[in-house]
């Protein structure tokens, strides 16, 4: 048994506590809202997040950090990939330097450019001991038992070993991966192409077209990890296609819920304020569109999505672009270097 802290209470935490729970793990949540924290104590369910799920009792929550993280011998970041920093400076004061922290938010931080585990090591320090989780992992999936998949990525192989144990389940099977950058950059990227197919929806088309922007939104994902020193394998892997069928797909895909919504004629701040829900592409598409330029990596996917959720640009005048692109090779950009 051991004693976890899960930072964040939304669908993706509460999920992650009642599976770590499920184990017998001890689990203490943090949850910004007060009301959340109290409603996991009183009634083992989040009021506001997965309100179906009967959390185990040795599952508690509190909206006090200090007290989320005594004792804890591991941490689980849960929290919105742009909020990493300001909660990672929060939890410092109270963090052991040798506390094993995984990160289960993926994205890149605007402005800085950097991973989510390059986050945490900037504040937090440590770098040997972060980790980062992703794969086709939707949360209301997860908390229902239903079988998955996943990758932990770490820079330290016993951290890797010590999170694929924790989460390990008859359920979840978790893998490894040393490739931390490419892991991390999948779980950001493939979520501006899920906007993409789901603006594909909205409009009206089919499997082709669906199919189409998957696989080249593969091929423009590939391209960045590659020029940023990512092993093509893991694009092949659960982070890589596993986790963008899932996203492209899914009727649980916020990504490409937006998508859709925009593809109707709807707008960004239209979509946020009928669901006041977070899309992690939306804020991707600005982090991965910089990277792709500082790399100088070619991005006409992620160039559109970002084109038509914050420059005004129609729908067909983003398709248009896409569409009236010049032929080139398939593997084009793809080539690998030999020594």
Not at 174 to 179: A, C, F, R
Not at 201 to 208: A, R, S
Request: charged fraction near 20%.
């Amino acid at each position: 048994m051991t004693r976890i802290a899960v930072i964040g209470a939304g669908s993706w935490g509460t999920s992650a506590s009642w599976l770590l729970g499920g184990k017998g793990h001890t689990v203490s949540m943090w949850a910004r809202e007060p009301e959340i924290a109290a409603g996991i104590n009183a009634q083992h369910q989040n009021p506001l997040f997965m309100k179906d799920i009967v959390l185990p009792h040795c599952v508690t929550a509190t909206p006090d950090m200090e007290r989320a993280l005594f004792g804890a011998e591991a941490v689980v970041m849960v929290t919105p990939s742009m909020g990493v920093r300001t909660t990672a400076a929060s939890m410092a004061p109270y963090l052991p330097s040798s506390t094993p922290v995984v990160i289960l938010s993926k994205g890149v931080e605007e402005g800085t450019l950097l991973l989510m585990t390059e986050v945490l090591e900037d504040v937090l320090g440590n770098r040997d001991r972060l980790a980062g989780l992703s794969g086709p992992n939707h949360a209301e999936e997860v908390g229902k038992g239903v079988p998955s998949a996943t990758v932990i990525a770490s820079y330290d192989e016993g951290v890797g070993r010590l999170f694929q144990d924790l989460f390990m389940t008859r359920f979840f099977r978790v893998y490894t991966n040393p490739d931390v950058v490419g892991v991390e950059l999948c779980g950001a990227s493939k979520n501006v192409v899920a906007v993409a197919a789901g603006v594909s929806d909205g409009v009206g088309y089919g499997d082709n077209t669906k199919a189409t922007l998957m696989t080249r939104g593969l091929a423009e994902m590939s391209r960045l990890g590659h020029a940023m020193g990512a092993n093509p394998l893991t694009y092949m892997g659960l982070a890589g296609v596993g986790d963008l069928i899932a996203t492209c797909t899914s009727k649980n895909s916020r990504n490409r819920a937006l998508g859709e919504f925009v593809g109707r004629g709807g707008t960004l701040e239209g979509w946020r304020a009928q669901t006041n829900m977070v899309a992690e592409g939306a804020f991707a598409c600005i982090a991965v569109k910089a990277l792709g330029e500082r790399m100088g990596v070619d991005l006409p996917i992620t160039s559109q999505v970002h084109a038509v959720l914050y420059e005004g640009v129609p729908v067909s005048a983003g398709e248009e672009a896409l569409l009236g692109r010049e032929a080139r090779d398939e593997l084009h950009g793809l080539e690998l270097v030999e020594d």
